[in-house]
């Protein structure tokens, strides 16, 4: 009876693990999702398919600030290898290989928003700013995310 016991407690502990370190997965999937909604905004008015909104410039640049400071702890070695539920993207094993050129890539992402944020202010400077933030996100996808079929 006891040994029954430890072993449901067990699996049950396990399970619980494996439930927690998708839903990190499922948590960074929405992150992701929220910094290209946001910049996806910013683009369409450098592109003059929107009107410029500085409010909505201001909520892109705060959401993608949160996403700059999350992101260092985002990936943790307990979700290398997981898949993720529905999606075009899935995270490369790169991002725990090359622990030192993921992390370069995020600081370089924090400055470029951080710069943006301090000084997109108008059109002209959004259409100096929305740039270097894709770049920078598209620097750090190249080598990091894994585009699925």
């Known amino acids: 009876m006891i040994r029954t016991a430890l072993v449901a407690g067990a699996l049950l502990l396990g399970a619980s693990a494996v439930i927690a370190q998708q839903n990190v997965v499922k948590e960074n999937q929405d992150t992701m999702k929220a910094n290209?909604?946001?910049?996806?905004?910013?683009?369409?008015?450098?592109?003059?398919?929107k009107p410029y909104d500085q409010a909505t410039v201001t909520a892109g640049l705060a959401q993608l600030e949160e996403t700059a400071?999350?992101?260092?702890?985002?990936?943790?070695d307990s979700i290398k290898g997981l898949k993720p539920d529905g999606g075009k993207y899935e995270m490369s094993p790169k991002i725990w290989e090359d622990k030192a050129g993921f992390n370069a890539r995020i600081e370089e992402f924090a400055k470029v928003v951080a710069e943006a944020k301090s000084k997109t202010t108008n059109l002209d400077t959004l259409k100096v700013s929305a740039p270097a933030m894709g770049k920078a996100c598209g620097n750090c996808h190249e080598t990091f995310r894994i585009k699925l079929e």
């Open 36 to 49: 290209g909604k946001n910049l996806g905004a910013m683009v369409a008015m450098v592109k003059g398919e």
């Open 69 to 76: 400071k999350k992101l260092p702890t985002m990936f943790p």
